[in-house]
């Protein structure tokens, strides 16, 4: 069983591994889902086994928060965000400003994949009309939204399932994750004015056609219902210890109310759900159960030796880096989680969160953040190769790594951790 076991555990991630290769025409839900299937055929785990290795705490959450975006999506209000907040700004650098912070802020509690769907529209549409070059703003726009969402456990996908296991409390997670995050977008903005100092170094005013804003489609009719629902659940996850409500249960709820109440019609909100992320999930529990019980993980505990000790941040950092961009930091995360369950350390449980997320950064194939802008921008006309975003994202990583392993042992020394 050892043996089959490790060919198709190997075939799945090697899968997932080329997925992230230009021209291959299987994805990484695919690759996933055949591990899956295989596992069960070849005996390694039962029909029912396989159903009990499916985590549903994070399925239950993934498609609670899901709901409930798609239907702030459909209202308009990231858009409505997005535009509100970026007209403040009157110069170029007042704009990245502007653009980092609420990208990263926003990231935070609305999931970064969705927040830069949206985003990315309202800041090239905004870049055109004051005539300003849209490749320094969207590459700070995708950086900030993934080191935004490292700070909260309903960031990004990752985090969510890292929030799931360690039972670490919402408000406890963003207490020692907000600092990273603040001076990671600090450092963005750093990093992006110094490559492309031509943009910023001429302080020119910004000017904003009035009649832009009629461009957006905003359903205010329905955000009266949903944006207070959303913001109690948000609350809601900030307090959940003391009111001894689960964190799935929370979105849950939420998602049912918003889709009793809104305006949207319901049939339209579950069309938006992305069914195949959450078989993605479910797959590949099922496959890292099975290298669990076959034995393919001990060999893996044995050698990583990770517990709660600062050199241990500093590897976990350093694995992440690499495995985010050879199999992206989800099926990296769902990897190490039996791992991190033999000790249940917080500081390893918020390394590997900061670290995963963060790692992300560093190229075009490290997060779906990325892809998403670069997709959207390039319908647009706006070309970002890899090395041009390389350069930033790159240096951007690399500094905000190292200050993660900084900040985490400043903690762990005055024993916050």
């Known amino acids: 069983m050892y043996t089959v076991a490790l060919i198709i555990f190997i075939i799945t991630y090697s899968g997932i591994m080329v997925t992230r290769l230009p021209g291959i025409n299987i994805d990484r839900p695919s690759a996933a889902y055949f591990g899956a299937i295989a596992m069960i055929a070849a005996g390694v785990l039962s029909f029912e086994e396989a159903i009990a290795a499916i985590d549903f705490n994070t399925i239950a959450l993934l498609l609670g928060m899901m709901i409930v975006i798609a239907t702030l999506e459909l209202d308009g209000f990231f858009a409505f965000v997005a535009h509100k907040t970026i007209a403040f700004s009157k110069t170029p650098s007042q704009l990245l400003w ?5 990208t990263g802020i926003a990231s935070a509690f609305l999931v970064n994949d969705a927040v830069v769907l ?16 849209p490749k320094p703003y969207l590459i700070a726009e995708i950086l900030a939204s993934n080191i935004g969402s490292s700070m909260t456990i309903t960031g990004n996908p990752q985090n969510m399932l890292i929030g799931i296991y360690s039972k670490i409390p919402y408000i406890y997670f963003i207490l020692h994750l907000f600092p990273i995050a603040i001076l990671g977008m600090i450092i963005i903005i750093i990093v992006i004015k110094r490559i492309y100092s031509q943009t910023f170094e001429a302080p020119s005013l910004l000017h904003y056609d009035e009649n832009e804003e009629n461009e957006y489609d905003y359903n205010l009719s329905s955000m009266i219902f949903s944006v207070p629902i959303f913001l109690i659940m948000t609350i809601l996850f900030l307090f959940h210890h003391m009111l001894h409500l689960s964190i799935p249960l929370i979105a849950l709820i939420g998602s049912s109310f918003i889709l009793l109440l809104g305006k949207i019609k319901p049939s339209k909100i579950i069309k ?34 990770l517990n709660n000790t600062f050199y241990s941040t500093i590897v976990l950092h350093g694995i992440s880096l690499i495995s985010s961009q050879i199999i992206s930091n989800v099926p990296f995360v769902i990897l190490l989680v039996p791992i991190l369950k033999q000790n249940n350390s917080k500081l390893l449980w918020l390394a590997l969160a900061s670290s995963s997320t963060l790692a992300g ?14 997709e959207s921008a390039a319908r647009a006309g706006i070309k970002i190769s890899f090395i041009e975003f390389l350069k930033p994202g790159l240096m951007v990583t690399i500094i905000t790594l190292l200050m993660s392993i900084v900040l985490l042992y400043l903690q762990l020394n005055f024993q916050l951790l």
């Open 272 to 305: 938006e759900i992305d069914w195949v992320l959450l078989l993605f999930f479910a797959s590949l529990f099922i496959v890292v159960k099975g290298a669990e019980k076959a034995g393919i993980l001990n060999i893996v505990m044995h050698y990583s030796q």
């Open 361 to 374: 950064n560093a190229t075009i194939i490290g997060a779906m953040a990325n892809l998403i802008v670069l």
């Open 98 to 102: 502007i653009i980092t912070f609420t």
């Open 118 to 133: 949206m985003f990315t529209p309202v800041i090239i549409s905004i870049c055109r009309h004051a005539q300003l070059d």
